[in-house]
């Protein structure tokens, strides 16, 4: 796979454009030089000033980031995404219904489809939820699928983030920087809007509070606070959703209710969007030494008094190693066979398999099972030498704590670098809202590997956006 | 929406430390023109050592430097982070209640807050000197204009409105008070009104200091007095740094706390009690118990309103 030119989403091998790409061809043809240099310049003014920043950890104290923005979007057709968002929907109606099962009755690993020793002994299982009944019977309400393309037809999945995916205000803010440099752009093409994302996340939340609440529930994004990489999201959507924005200190529990401290006292909160992690959630049922968290929580969240948004625990299904077994997981639930496919996964805890990933290694991927953000990750064909020998023996020495891919060769778009336009690889996380019903905004993040030839697309390290246009018919 | 006390305090004080770099801009900018036009021996660290007095940053100064030249104490005043007070400390702290607060104000007043941090933060200080310092303190002042003209042309006028304007008016009745106390002995009533030549070089220094050295010219026609100098910077109540000016408006966004919250706390106390000071009198009833004294109390009051703002609204 590795060796054949990648999939390009605007030229075909001849050399022609494809259908999607017709208008952004021409209107590429007819910029001036220098037109996307200066595109490009404007771009980074407009995401400084709107403070649209995020904070690289290990970097200096307080340094804050623009994540590179470029200039040309990248293009799905109609009939792509149908097929896509079908998929989609698909697979995160089988991954919540997994992760009620999980946390119930647990049928699936009693029918041995997956490994019980898997989840059971599985860091992201949370025992605490077992049992628990949450809203609507929703656990994971917010989900970012991580999608990879390698040819005309041919998608993958590479993850599904059901923890607190984050990039979703990147979606928004690239729409609106793309519509401010380019807005004649806009009028050749027929682009599905994402503005509604904000209003949509809302319908979801207040779909979702607790049956006792009358009228519109009280919601509350959490955040870790300014110093967090995310924060710009954090306030970004609960200024868009008009909720209020909380650090853990502005909330305390008081008889198994979340109240938040007001200028006029307390008052209730029904629904918290979390984007702390589940670690520090609660220092009274989580980790004791967390400062972010509210003590209580989540005897509240037990006793149904608040709903959070995703609930814990939900990493069980997100979880690296789980993810080999999604196709099962559809398959048991929905009794369908799955639309999107799973990119192939090696478990190294196999003896033969190990041995085949050991001799193999410079043309695989190795991700840590619970590393994220490109972190403790090593792409085989770029790596060097001493670095297939550092993960040979991470690999034998930790075997489960391995998953090893193929490596995928993800498909390019025509990117701008310092005045031309050259190929790059790209991948898609759309975004999507499950609560009284499933709602996906239709694109997503693009996010792009700068560096030519690169493939791993993290802002983390060294990635971009891309505005992502669906057309419609 | 309820507003939550973090963000109540968080708004209150991003006001105050936006007006408070201006202020310091201002000091700086009054001691350092004046520096230039001494011409008596040591009168130029003289200025600047007032300057700092009033913006009570002269302890700290001492604590670090030995000699107050116009370097070391542009520099300590715009841009030692070991001064809370200083430019850039105020536009820091400023910038970070901003950011905490970022879905309670609006989008033009972050980009303003954003926008003066990040050019202020790429200033080298080496490369600010002379006349580079002057354009540089008249930028922040424009800077402090522009945010509140985005305050005062974008926000919607609730509790969040009271709780910025409250800070701003405290921040700068604290400012004028401390200014006057710094030179209160010049502006004592004698037997002649006619000032000599420093008395003139002195009440220029404290009119500049509160950008009030062309209004005084309107609203008296007349040249510099001593009596006239105190009741603009405290009693006319068209005067926008006066203190009588403040308090009103300090007091008139407790009100309205009180009208959206529905009840009287113990800040409206607080409030009246700082008006009542400097309503229904005169200078010579304030030189007849003491100006000093007089400015003191007023300094006392104007921070009793902070404290009781903080305990009524559950600021923390």
């Known amino acids: ?184 752009l806009f009028h050749r093409s027929k682009v599905a809007p994402v503005e509604n994302y904000p209003e949509n996340l809302r319908r979801t939340l207040e779909s979702v509070a607790p049956d006792t609440v009358r009228g519109s529930p009280n919601i509350a994004v959490l955040t870790p606070g300014i110093h967090n990489s995310a924060y710009f999201e954090h306030s970004f959507l609960a200024d868009q959703m008009g909720a209020q924005l909380c650090e853990g200190p502005d ?28 670690d520090y959630l609660d220092p009274l049922t989580f980790r004791p030494d967390s400062m972010l968290g509210v003590p209580g929580l989540f005897d509240a969240y037990r006793a149904g008094n608040v709903t959070l948004v995703n609930a814990p625990g939900t990493g069980i ?157 | 929406m309820r507003m939550l006390g973090r963000t109540a305090a968080n708004l209150f004080w991003l006001s105050r430390y936006v007006e408070r770099a201006e202020n310091m801009a201002r000091l700086l900018e009054v001691g350092y023109r004046m520096s230039l036009t001494s011409r008596r021996e040591g009168g130029a660290s003289e200025h600047l050592i007032s300057m700092m007095q009033a913006a009570e940053v002269d302890e700290g100064f001492d604590a670090k430097h030995e000699l107050a030249d116009v370097d070391t104490v542009a520099h300590y005043m715009m841009f030692d982070p070991d001064n809370a ?92 008070a401390r200014i006057l106390d710094m030179k209160y002995y010049v502006l004592l009533p004698r037997a002649t009104q006619v000032g000599g030549d420093l008395d003139i070089q002195q009440w220029t220094l404290i009119l500049r200091a509160a950008s009030a050295h062309r209004a005084y010219r309107h609203v008296y026609h007349d040249r510099y007095k001593a009596h006239n100098i105190a009741d603009f910077l405290i009693l006319r109540p068209e005067m926008p740094r006066s203190l009588v000016y403040c308090a009103n408006f300090v007091q008139q966004n407790v009100d309205a706390l009180a009208k959206i919250y529905g009840r009287k706390e113990q800040c409206h106390e607080a409030a009246e009690s700082l008006l009542s000071l400097v309503k229904d009198t005169n200078m010579e009833a304030i030189f007849t118990d003491g100006l000093h004294e007089f400015l003191n109390e007023f300094i006392a009051r104007n921070n009793r309103v902070t404290d009781a703002l903080s305990e009524s609204y559950n600021f923390y």
């Open chain 2, 85 to 176: 007070s200083s430019v850039y400390s105020c536009l820091q702290a400023a910038r970070t209640n901003a950011r905490s607060v970022r879905t309670a104000i609006t989008t033009d007043m972050w980009e303003s807050m954003n926008g003066a941090w990040l050019e202020f933060s790429q200033i080298k200080p080496r490369d600010v000197r002379g006349a580079k310092l002057l354009g540089l303190l008249q930028w922040v002042k424009q800077r402090s204009h522009e945010f509140r003209g985005a305050l005062l042309g974008t926000i919607l006028r609730d509790d969040g409105f009271s709780f910025l304007q409250a800070g701003n008016f405290v921040e700068r009745a604290d400012n004028t």
């Open chain 1, 1 to 184: 796979m590795a060796d054949k030119t990648p999939f390009d989403e605007m030229y075909n091998p001849d050399g022609s454009v494809r259908e999607p790409y017709r208008a952004l061809a021409g209107w590429l043809a007819e910029q001036p030089d220098k037109a996307l240099a200066l595109m490009q310049t404007d771009a980074e003014a407009i995401f400084r000033r709107l403070g649209i920043t995020f904070a690289v950890y290990g970097s200096d104290e307080g340094t804050e980031k623009v994540i590179p923005f470029d200039v040309i979007p990248r293009i799905i057709a109609a009939n792509e995404w149908r097929r896509l968002s079908k998929g989609i929907e698909q697979r995160v109606k089988a991954l919540n219904a997994f992760l009620y099962d999980i946390y119930h009755r647990q049928e699936i690993l009693k029918a041995g489809r997956v490994p019980e020793k898997l989840i059971l002994n599985n860091a992201a299982f949370c025992p605490q939820m077992m049992g628990l009944n949450p809203a609507k019977g929703v656990y994971a309400h917010i989900i970012g699928v991580d999608i990879v393309r390698v040819g005309p037809d041919d998608f993958y999945v590479l993850e599904d983030n059901l923890r607190t995916p984050s990039g979703v205000s990147y979606m928004l803010e690239d729409r609106e920087a793309m519509m401010l440099l380019a807005p004649d």
């Open chain 1, 251 to 278: 909330l305390f529990v008081d008889g198994g209710k979340v109240y938040m401290r007001t200028t006029t006292g307390p008052e209730q909160v029904d629904v918290i969007y979390r984007r702390i992690e589940d």
């Open chain 1, 317 to 473: 299904a997100d979880d690296k190693a789980v993810y080999t077994y999604v196709p099962d997981i559809i398959e048991f639930y929905l009794g369908e066979k799955a639309l999107l496919q799973n990119v192939p996964t090696y478990n190294c805890t196999d003896e033969d398999q190990r041995a085949w990933v050991l001799e193999n290694i410079a043309d695989l991927v190795v991700k840590e099972v619970h590393g994220s953000g490109g972190y403790g990750m090593m792409v085989g064909p770029t790596a060097t030498k001493a670095q297939h020998a550092e993960f040979r023996k991470k690999i034998e020495a930790r075997p489960d704590n391995y998953i090893v891919q193929p490596t995928l060769d993800l498909s390019t778009c025509p990117t701008h670098i310092s005045g031309d336009v050259a190929p790059r690889h790209v991948d898609l996380r759309p975004y999507v809202l499950i609560g009284d019903e499933v709602r996906i905004t239709p694109g997503g993040l693009t996010r792009v590997a700068l560096k030519k030839g690169s493939l791993v697309v993290n802002s983390s390290q060294g990635g971009g956006t891309k505005d992502t246009w669906v057309l419609e018919d």
